[in-house]
């Protein structure tokens, strides 16, 4: 649960949410994906110049053809310790 007014979580697959009118600013996946179908997927469901957050765990960020990374930032796991770099596309206008 989100305790903020002007934050939306949706629950569901990209696919079957591609088709809304409206876009998001932000649309960010748990690992369901490989790294590059979900940047491209996740172009789709942002409105121009809308962020995609990418999780990464060894791999390299992948390249966009809608979306260009604007920053990576990596954490550790606090579970397992493992390192992760979270990777943000800002989508083409």
């Known amino acids: 649960a989100v305790s903020r ?31 590059p179908d979900w940047l491209a997927l996740g172009t789709e469901l942002v409105r121009p110049a809308g962020m995609v957050a990418v999780l990464l765990a060894k791999e390299e960020a992948p390249v966009g053809e809608r979306a260009e990374l604007a920053q990576t930032m990596h954490y550790t796991l606090v579970s397992s310790g493992a390192s992760r770099t979270l990777a943000l596309y800002r989508r083409h206008a």
């Open 5 to 35: 007014s002007d934050v939306v979580v949706v629950r569901g697959r990209g696919e079957e949410l591609t088709s809304r009118e409206s876009k998001w600013d932000v649309a960010m996946s748990r690992a369901t994906l490989a790294p």
